[in-house]
């Protein structure tokens, strides 16, 4: 019978996806994911009234540490549950698809980082929210210039939708290079917040 409690790091425990089973009884791992869900949500709502800057969003945050503490590739699922929730309320647009593709993107590049750890975990927050905020901006833009209908159909009306961009893109990579990296930090203080937490090995005696 295997006495190891389900906190105790087992070999090779770091290299592969978390179980159901184990998220269950790590429980505060999905319970601090919905937490941070709900907020993206709410901000997405709030944020306008609020006076927040356009395209200030933690969906890319919540997004990373959802697939570092689920450490499972279903966790990038996060900015899907983000924009659907809210465009439940605030209804969508005509690039709808190209914004919840850019999603997809984004999610993407979190779970290839999900079983990265100290220096190299920190490195991919960074580049998810660099390439993020830059492929979201390249991407939905260029969706703009081909539904929207506010910019002609040339070259010239291409580059004006990607200037017009531009104070979007800047408020959205200065917030994920703070809010990504952070993120990481906050799974990487609930992993070792674990390890405190961990009962000491069981030593088994042999009778002489």
Excluded: C
Excluded at 115 to 120: A, E, S, V
């Amino acid at each position: 019978m295997d006495t190891r409690d389900v906190l105790t790091p087992a070999a090779g425990d770091q290299g592969r996806d978390l179980t159901v089973g184990e998220l269950a009884h790590r429980w505060w791992r999905p319970a601090t994911v919905v937490l941070v869900l709900t907020a993206a949500v709410v901000w997405r709502l709030v944020a306008p009234d609020l006076g927040a800057p356009p395209n200030l969003e933690i969906a890319t945050a919540a997004t990373f540490l959802a697939v570092l503490l689920l450490r499972n590739r279903w966790a990038a699922v996060v900015p899907f549950a983000v924009v659907a929730v809210s465009d439940a309320v605030i209804g969508n647009t005509q690039i709808m698809w190209f914004t919840w593709s850019a999603w997809a993107v984004v999610g993407l590049g979190a779970i290839l980082a999900r079983h990265l750890r100290g220096p190299g975990r920190y490195a991919a927050a960074l580049g998810v929210g660099v390439g993020g905020s830059l492929w979201f901006f390249a991407w939905t833009n260029f969706g703009v210039w081909l539904m929207d209908g506010m910019y002609p159909a040339t070259l010239d009306g291409l580059l004006a939708s990607y200037v017009a961009g531009l104070p979007f893109l800047r408020t959205m990579l200065l917030g994920n290079l703070v809010l990504v990296p952070l993120a990481a930090l906050v799974a990487s203080l609930v992993e070792r917040a674990e390890l405190h937490a961990a009962p000491a090995p069981i030593q088994l005696h042999t009778p002489r």
